[in-house]
């Protein structure tokens, strides 16, 4: 079979859960959350990730994640035992009489959990997902990735936060950039400078108009992760391409407000399918890579303490 | 056996070629099998493989380092594959829960928060007020001081009068187990609170407003009972520790400070519930009838206070206003008990000259 095809085809992606089936899930899940004492919950979570994973689909075939309860229970504890750590460095300079280098180290260390975290989040969820039986992967390296965050924190600090924009997009490369799906490789082209003046016009535009320019700012900001981000092979690419209006957004967001508000919270699986809903109706894929000629090129990774850092750094937006 | 074949698609873990195949369902052996396209024959037990109704259609998994797939379409097929699962206790229990059904879950939901709102209202408070007993005395008096100091210069203390009223209370045994220190404020507020280190502050526009000695000892006793209770702490515990338990179950923790400051900020605003207050009236009156002063007094207050109709709400009044209830209290107890009073001549003079 030929990998690249003559002409350029869509991609259909779809996401195709149902808001009752994935309540059914988070209630069944916190039922037994408040049973177990918080126990339960990685598996809890690689049950609500399982679900929104099988349920979104590409030219008709769902994507898998393989994570489970248990792999994430580890990673849970190597995770407490990292903090532990810290906590304890903290505690033995403190004890020495040593408090600034204490706050120093302590700080220092802090800092280099979150690209430990990132990275290992990274390969963990990459390497646990798949679509026909392919798996992603992740291909960062980490000494290199905690170097380079290193770097971009020391400019972000010293410009007083100006360099986050450069310092947001940088990683967003390194780390898209890094994906592979099967023998496919994902690139993502963000630019610091553009996504500054992005930034700043919604910014701007927000206040003057009361709020109501975030909903186009949103927009744009969705645009910029979608346009950006393309996948290659050889000769074959697939492009992505967002057809969200500020209206959409405006729709989607006061909706879900409404939602929230009106169901005492109750019908947040209800917003959350409706999220994905619209990211997927949104989001066209197009190109001449031929899907039926992926192989398999990425290894197994089962080690989730990055998953569980990231989860108690509150990382998910990094994703 | 036309009911136990279908046609379905394969993966085999290495490419993403679809393949079809003819699956069947061999219920004596409890397997499936399938030819691959390369000619190998496959069987599966049915207990080793993993399961997934979707949208697109029911997935099978099967292996752990290399997965293999198939995705089956034929409705009539996957009722038959889930009929022989269910008939042989392969479906697992969490799959049970969630298969209840929504109107289920709703009521599990339902529970849950019943559940939540039960321990927030009655089993935190309760928790809190007996971990109350554990924080040291002195911890008291250093919330009581940071609260004193942060409004201290906003009060013009009258220390005249502040005298008289320290030299009022002498006379009186207000049961206390800390030391009491009496403030009186120029202020035409009608207003009296207590700080948990033993500070009562008193405005003068609440003294203005009482007739008798007896008043102004029942509004001392009332006061005083908060500071024996240690209201003020068993309050910050129960605010602390509801805020707590909520930003647990909201998984958020960053507004734990932020309660902290905010209760020493606002000492005087710090409404007691109306069951601190009203065993701060409790013990007010017991107070009263040790001292044989007249209890009458702190029902007349209380009368007066209310029929005066004050827009600004004393705060020993604040949240839990003269209602009737508070005054029948009083009067019942009046009523229910043998009471000796006697004349205070002393106090009745240091009241005169508070008065002036
Ligand atoms: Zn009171």
Redesign the interface.
């Known amino acids: 079979m030929e990998k690249s095809l003559e002409k350029r085809v869509e991609y259909a992606l779809n996401y195709n859960g149902k808001g009752s089936d994935y309540f059914g899930i988070i209630i069944v899940n916190w039922l037994l959350t408040v049973v177990t004492l918080g126990i339960y919950y990685p598996w809890a979570k690689a049950k609500q990730l399982q679900y929104i994973y099988n349920s979104t689909s590409l030219n008709d075939d769902s994507f898998e994640f393989h994570g489970t309860g248990k792999e994430m229970f580890k990673g849970f504890l190597k995770a407490i035992l990292i903090f532990l750590v810290l906590y304890g460095v903290l505690g033995l300079f403190i004890y020495l009489k040593m408090p600034i280098t204490a706050l120093l180290l302590f700080y220092v260390l802090l800092i280099a959990i979150f690209p430990i975290a990132i990275h290992g989040s990274y390969r963990y969820r990459m390497s646990r997902s798949s679509w026909r039986g392919i798996r992603f992967g992740y291909r960062g390296d980490r000494k290199e990735f905690t170097l380079l965050f290193f770097k971009w924190i020391f400019f972000t600090i010293i410009t007083l936060g100006i360099y986050g924009p450069w310092m947001a997009m940088n990683m967003r490369n390194y780390l898209l950039g890094n994906v592979r799906f099967g023998d496919v490789e994902f690139e993502y082209d963000g630019d610091g400078t553009d996504y500054f003046a992005l930034n700043i016009k919604g910014y701007l535009l927000t206040i003057v108009t009361l709020g109501i320019y975030g909903f186009w700012w949103q927009k744009d900001l969705f645009e910029y992760y979608v346009n950006n981000l393309s996948l290659t092979r050889e000769d074959g690419k697939i492009r992505f391409n967002s057809t969200a209006t500020g209206g959409d957004f405006f729709k989607l967001i006061t909706l879900n407000l409404l939602i929230l508000i009106f169901t005492l919270g109750l019908g947040y699986a209800w917003v959350v399918t409706r999220t994905l809903k619209f990211v997927f109706e949104h989001v066209e894929a197009e190109g001449n890579i031929n899907l039926d000629t992926l192989t398999q090129t990425e290894e197994n990774y089962k080690d989730a303490t990055g998953e569980d850092l990231s989860d108690f750094l509150n990382l998910d937006s990094v994703m | 056996m036309m009911n136990n074949k279908t046609t379905a698609v394969f993966?085999?873990?290495?490419?993403?070629?679809?393949q079809q195949i003819e699956l069947s369902l061999n219920k004596l052996n409890a397997t499936l099998e399938f030819q691959m396209s390369d000619g190998t024959h496959c069987k599966w037990l049915v207990k080793d493989v993993f399961f997934?109704k979707?949208?697109?259609g029911l997935?099978l998994?099967y292996g752990s380092?290399v997965?293999?797939?198939i995705?089956i379409k034929d409705d009539h097929f996957i009722n038959t594959i889930h009929h022989f699962r269910r008939e042989n206790g392969h479906i697992s229990w969490?799959q049970k829960?969630?298969d209840?059904?929504?109107a289920a879950?709703?009521g599990?939901?339902l529970a849950?928060l019943g559940?939540i709102g039960l321990c927030y209202v009655y089993v935190i408070p309760w928790a809190a007020e007996q971990s109350v007993n554990l924080i040291p005395e002195e911890y008291d008096n250093k919330l009581g001081n940071s609260a004193w100091a942060g409004n201290e210069y906003f009060m013009n203390v009258d220390s005249k009068k502040t005298k008289l009223l320290n030299d009022f209370a002498k006379q009186l045994n207000l049961k206390n187990t800390k030391n009491l220190k009496f403030i009186v404020v120029k202020s035409d507020e009608i207003n009296a609170f207590a700080l948990p280190d033993g500070r009562i502050v008193v405005f003068t526009g609440i003294l203005e407003e009482m007739k008798n000695y007896n008043e102004l000892v029942g509004l001392l006793g009332h006061e005083a009972s908060h500071v024996n209770n240690r209201h003020s702490m068993k309050m910050l515990c129960r605010s602390l520790s509801g805020y707590l338990f909520i930003s647990v179950i909201l998984g958020d923790a960053n507004g734990i400070m932020a309660t902290i400051g905010d209760n020493i900020n606002s000492f005087q605003s710090l409404s007691f519930s109306r069951e601190f207050e009203r065993q701060a009236d409790a013990d007010g009156f017991k107070i009263l009838l040790a001292n044989k002063v007249n209890p009458q007094g702190m029902s007349n207050l209380f009368k007066r206070l209310k029929q005066n109709n004050f827009v600004s709400i004393p705060e020993f009044l604040s949240s839990h206003p003269v209602t009737e209830n508070r005054i029948e209290y009083i009067d019942k107890m009046v009523k229910n008990q043998k009471i000796t009073t006697i004349n205070h001549p002393q106090l009745e003079s240091l009241f005169a000259k508070l008065k002036q």
């Open positions: 993966y085999d873990g290495n490419s993403s070629v679809p997934d979707r949208a697109t997935h998994k380092e997965i293999q797939h995705k969490y829960l969630l209840l059904g929504f879950h709703f599990i939901a849950i559940i």
